[in-house]
């Protein structure tokens, strides 16, 4: 069915403000070419409205001020990881004042794991692991 959807839309024409609307960005639907990948970013992952709402502005005004896509997409990952960092210290309300609330040092990334399990926990992640034999990290 998406499949289906995709060619009627390539037929009928983008509108591509519904396109920046999405939490999901492929570049080939935003009219940017893309040698390599990533094709596509995806806002899903930041937990807080007004974050998401703010990291797509910024995305966006990024890609129109001549920035790659793959830029851009190591840019919305980043913030994917402090939309988790805000998560483990429970600031998942609608309040961007809550940022800017202190943070308690204690915090670790088992923290983040515990409290916002949807999300791939850094200790799992290969390149941060301490016992990969090459130990260019």
Known sequence: MAYAYRHLADVDGIDIETEYAGDIWVAARLGIRVARAPNQTRFDAIGQPWLRRAVKRWARLRLGSGKTFGTVHIDVKAL??????????????????????????????????????????????????????????
Do not use: I
């Open 80 to 137: 994917v990881w402090f939309s988790r960092y805000l998560c483990a210290r429970d600031v998942a309300g609608n309040s961007e004042a809550a940022v800017n609330e202190p943070a308690d040092d204690s915090e670790s990334t088992e923290a983040l794991s515990e409290t916002c399990p949807r999300h791939e926990s850094p200790a799992n992640v290969s390149w941060a692991s301490p016992r990969r034999p090459d130990r260019w990290l």
